[in-house]
């Protein structure tokens, strides 16, 4: 198996924001995935990261695209909230101090030990308490 | 590689029936010699290529404009009620 992603909300938004601070740097990050694809990268999302994309561009007025956009996610492999993930993560919500949320994504790379993408400077520090966690900029270093 | 496997084999020989799965085994869990359940790998799609290429580069029509960071948006997102 190859490398095992999570990536969080705020990374998808952004590289559709083209006045985001982390605009560009998101982009580069995803080209940089694309292009090594022999890397073997997986990426996994909660159930709820693709909803809150989704949302959020319903929210700015764009729920077409929205809908459409869920269609790129075919290629990610869905973790769903059901009762085995919620025993999985109890013990692990002590430990980190995000409201459900945020601690359901810190969770969910945990128990896929998966490396967490994130541009949510409290989710990166309280999710590197239990799984490793990256800006897209440090991933990029990391792999390149 | 698909093996049987009983529920006592299972609590006897843990450690090396993990290695197997994430070597890609799977297998078939027998209870008082009737099969209950599977175990196996975690099934993860091999690649994201669509995603990334998507996210690297979206289409004109998906380029869109805020004046919150896409940081902002998903803290609304994870704390309105």
Redesign the interface.
Known sequence: ??H?ILV???????????????HTS???F??L??AQ?DM?????EPATVVL?VA???T??G?SQ?AG??TA??????IMPIDRAFINSVLPLLKNINL?T??ALIAAAAHL?EAALIT???KLLREAKKITPAYTPEEYMKKRR | MTKLISVKELRTRFPAIRREIEQGTRFILLHRSRPVGELGPIKITQGGEDIFSFFARPPARFRFRSKKSAVELIREERTRS
Do not use: C, W
């Open positions: 198996m190859g095992i969080d909300s705020s990374v998808f938004v952004a590289s559709l924001l083209e006045d985001d601070p982390s998101v982009q580069r995803f080209a995935l694309d694809d073997g990268y997986s990426v996994v809150e949302n959020t561009l929210r700015l764009h695209e459409d956009i790129h996610f075919s290629s990610v492999e409201k949320a945020d896929l541009l949510d400077k």
